[in-house]
């Protein structure tokens, strides 16, 4: 238990005073400070403690401790619109087949949603490809459905009640 409270506390660490881009990237600062853990176990410790991603104007997006976003409309508004659900408020439902994620939309909302996803350049998710009204969510190796969908709720945390 000891292990794992010191690897959340680096993980907080690391966020707060580093710009840090993306999982892979936390990854190799947490092995250079000593802490040797699986991209699932990473993904599983920031969506405990609800680290988010925000966009930044030299690296894109950054990872983001809650207490750090200053009013959550505010964090929402950036990528997003104004209204703070678009264009989260466009998804319909989320299935997998053979791990592959199928996404659905309201009409005219995928590529939206899946700009989203590519951008945050998660590992789990190697890329996207959309329609009209249909996201595949297309994983790395070895990155289960479980997976996805936490990677999911850590990139657009307005979908946890319904993915």
């Known amino acids: ?90 998804f319909l439902s989320l299935k997998f087949a053979n791990n592959f994620g199928v996404i659905k939309t309201v009409p005219g909302y995928a590529s939206s949603i899946a700009s989203m996803i590519d951008r945050a350049g998660n590992f789990e998710i190697l890329g996207t490809i959309a329609g009209d009204d249909t996201i595949l969510l297309i994983p790395n190796e070895g990155v289960s459905s479980q997976d996805l969908r936490n990677i999911l709720v850590m990139i657009l945390p307005e979908l946890e009640e319904v993915v």
């Open 1 to 90: 238990m000891g292990n794992k409270r010191q690897r959340l506390l680096a993980i907080r660490n690391i966020i707060s005073k580093e710009k840090i881009a993306n999982q892979e990237e936390l990854l190799s600062r947490l092995q250079e400070v000593g802490f040797n853990l699986t991209q699932a176990t990473l993904s599983r410790d920031l969506k405990f403690l609800q680290v988010g991603k925000i966009p930044d104007k030299d690296k894109k997006y950054i990872l983001i401790l809650p207490e750090e976003l200053k009013h959550k409309e505010e964090y929402l508004a950036n990528g997003v619109n104004g209204n703070g659900n678009f264009p989260v408020n466009g």
